[in-house]
């Protein structure tokens, strides 16, 4: 551990599990940071600092050093010129020791570069509450760690201490009042530690993650670059360690105004997701079912509502996904003022077992029992896009809409085998002509629910007639393969291909037309013909055939 001597500015390092007072600072980053480098970098050999002085920081990094010295420290640490950030060895050291460091801290300066001396922070709408230190995701760890936190205005005038204000703390910010005094975080649901960090930020994506490291007592590599697959490792390493079901109670009501069959993941995207989830607790009754995270997705044993129903809040529990049953996994969790009541997610089975949540509504609680008395063994996914894209190229993503049998003709009863004339495709160029077979790329054009691709098509061996519209698609089901769909729009519209396809996709429900008028000209049909189709899914392909029904 790097300190910086009060006095000289000179740095000393310590070893672990040396026993050695010493002063912290929590602060909020701005521009002019004193780092490393420039305490090291040293004019003519003197101890002057020179580059350090230059950079605003250093005149905080000095009224800290004061004010530790005033308060009888020799050793002060200060994130900013006590890591080496240019060494990844020391900033991941640093990053997973840093809970430590601020709770073995004799006191913890939390310096409010914003908020002015004469501020009374015992009245809720005080201007102390509105600092930028309580939104920054770093300042949570360093406001729980330490016992002895002195809060001080921009001015280095000295406020409050978190003790004093520690029951106003918690009505403002919800963070409970023994957690703030020194209660074992462990002794805290994975969703109410969560809940706290939901409304701060941070610079960096990945230090949403990382920054909660020692709130749950985790440590791991840093891998900077990696985006938000730091709070998708997190989360995992947190589930190696802790059976606490409230990990999958995140969720958002804003989120109604979006697609409620969104598919998602069994982990949250961010701390943000868990808002709602303050009070959510586990069940200590009872032993705690294990799960645990494979190559499949998350194993887990799960009871399932036994029918559709009403949750407390006069919610009905409804299926969400159009495309497949929806069903309610209940989880060992429950609201702190409901007790009797199980919470319960949103699943559907998307093949062999393998399921994903839909939407991203906060669990809902059902009405005490209701519920399967038997364990059901399942995987969640832990990547429920990832796993639809493996499920389209698995499943049937082509189709094959060649065949046009003229198998009824007035005019003078013959019968005779045409074929279908592409003419032109969206997804553009996803007809092959040789082989006609229309395939549609899986990552580009899909939707949740399934794919489609729309087609301008000619009749071959009718004489002139007129082009039309062809939209046809498979559908995901969860009890079987998939559905073929196929829509005949009849003569195109002013829309472009792509505005047809796009309309297409945001229809809910598909309004299947069997069959169409067309005109024809030629020596065997003319006027209009009536065309029907068929679309029967095989064991490779989806095939389309069409028939003259009338005239």
Known sequence: MRLLHTKTLQFETFSEGSSFPYAILSHTWRNGEVTLADMLQQNDHDHHHRAAQSKAGFEKLQACCLQASLDGYDFVWIDTCCIDKTSSADLTESINSMFKWYRNAGVCYAFLDDVPSQVDPHQRRSPFWDSRWWKRGWTLQELLAPSNVHFFSSTWDKIATKVQLSGVMAEVKGIPQEALLGKDLHAFSIAKKMSWASGRETTLLEDEAYCLLGIFGINMPLLYGEGAKAFARLQEEIMKEESDQSIFAWGLKANRMRRENQLRGVLARSPAEFAEAGDVVPYIYGPATPFAMTNTGLQISLRFLAE???????????????????????????????????????????????????????????CGGGYSELLKDVYLLRNALKSRMNLWENQLIRCKACILSCAEVPIDGSHSLNLLEIVDTYPP??????????????????????????????????????????????????????????????????????????????????????????????????????????????PEFMRISFRVVGM
């Open 308 to 366: 559709l129903g009403k949750d407390l809040d006069g919610h009905v529990h409804r299926a969400v996904h159009p495309n497949r049953r929806t069903e309610y996994a209940v989880l060992r969790c429950h609201r702190e003022n409901r007790l009797a009541d199980n919470l319960s997610i949103p699943l559907v089975e998307l093949r062999n077992g393998q399921y994903a949540r839909v939407g991203s509504d906060p669990p809902r609680a059902t």
């Open 429 to 538: 160029d996803c007809w092959d002509k040789d082989t006609k077979i229309i395939t549609v790329p899986p990552t580009q054009y899909q939707i949740e629910s399934g794919w489609h691709a729309v087609i301008l098509c000619n009749l071959a061996n009718c004489g002139e007639t007129d082009p039309f519209v062809l939209i046809v698609g498979c559908e995901n089901n969860s009890d079987g393969p998939m559905s073929p769909w196929i829509n005949a729009e009849g003569p195109p519209s002013q829309n472009t291909l792509r505005e047809t396809w796009v309309q297409a996709s945001r229809q809910r429900q598909r309004e299947e037309k069997c069959h169409f008028p067309l005109r024809a000209f030629g020596p065997s049909c003319r006027g209009l013909i009536d065309i029907a189709h068929d679309a029967v899914m095989g």
